[in-house]
């Protein structure tokens, strides 16, 4: 069986460096992304990440639902609907989500007279037609 994702408006910031976040709390270990030290303290100073090959000390660790995942520095941390966080690939990000656009606001769009002595219409500023 196929299913078809329920569109949802996320929160998510891109994280490149512990403080990253905006509800860290500013520098040094956040709230949301922590010091991974403190997550997996086996992990050897000059070891490599597997997925991004930059140091592990320049990563992050997010608690999750499940347990609790790495943070490669791009990475975006997302909010789920239950106000969980977890990390997703910028790839993975990139083909599942898009930036919310914002309706304009009622009083955006100006209406304008005309002399049809119809109703006044929108005028929206990407429109070159005329009513005659």
């Not at 500013?26 to 949301?32: A, F, L, R, T, Y």
């Not at 140091?55 to 995942?69: K, N, P």
């Not at 005309?114 to 500023?125: E, I, K, M, R």
């Amino acid at each position: 069986m196929k299913f078809i994702k329920k569109p949802a408006v996320i929160e998510a910031a891109q994280w490149f460096k512990n403080g990253d976040h905006p509800d860290d709390g500013g520098p040094g270990e956040g709230k949301v992304v922590r010091y991974l030290i403190y997550a997996i303290p086996t992990y050897s100073e000059g070891e490599s990440c597997n997925q991004c090959n930059l140091l592990m000390h320049d990563h992050g660790w997010v608690d999750t639902l499940e347990s609790g995942h790495i943070v490669c520095p791009g990475d975006w941390v997302i909010t789920g609907v239950k106000g969980d966080h977890y990390p997703c690939k910028p790839d993975i990000f990139a083909k599942t989500y898009e930036p919310e656009v914002s309706p304009m606001p009622p009083d955006y769009f100006p209406l304008q007279e005309q002399d049809t002595g119809g109703p006044s219409l929108p005028v929206h500023p990407w429109d070159v037609w005329k009513v005659t």
